[in-house]
């Protein structure tokens, strides 16, 4: 059902918390993946307004790489939402 929340062995992803405690080997991995979210939002102009680390999915691509998923924290939080409808 949520396959796109799954690793390719199976196993559920982890949040980038969860890899900065036990699986990201090296503090500039965590700085590229997060880069390479930020080019995607900026790119698809996404509005996120909360990137904490506990937001985010690693899914791991299967030859050593992640790629970023965002679970919560999308959108706007303002009564009246007008930079939804601005680049």
């Known amino acids: ?3 796109a929340l799954r690793d390719p ?3 559920y992803s982890r949040t980038c918390n969860e ?3 036990k699986g990201i080997d090296d503090a500039c991995d965590y700085v590229a993946i ?3 979210l930020e080019d995607y939002l900026i790119g698809e102009n996404v509005l996120c307004y909360d990137r ?3 937001n985010v999915l690693c ?3 299967g030859e050593g790489g992640f790629d970023p998923f965002i ?3 999308l959108g706007d939080l303002v009564a009246i939402p007008v930079l939804n409808f601005s680049d």
Request: aromatic share 4%; glycine share 10%.
């Open 19 to 21: 890899m900065l405690q």
């Open 71 to 73: 679970i919560d924290g």
């Open 59 to 61: 899914r791991s691509d």
């Open 52 to 54: 904490k680390s506990s």
């Open 1 to 3: 059902m949520f396959d």
């Open 34 to 36: 997060m880069e390479t």
């Open 9 to 11: 062995d199976g196993s």
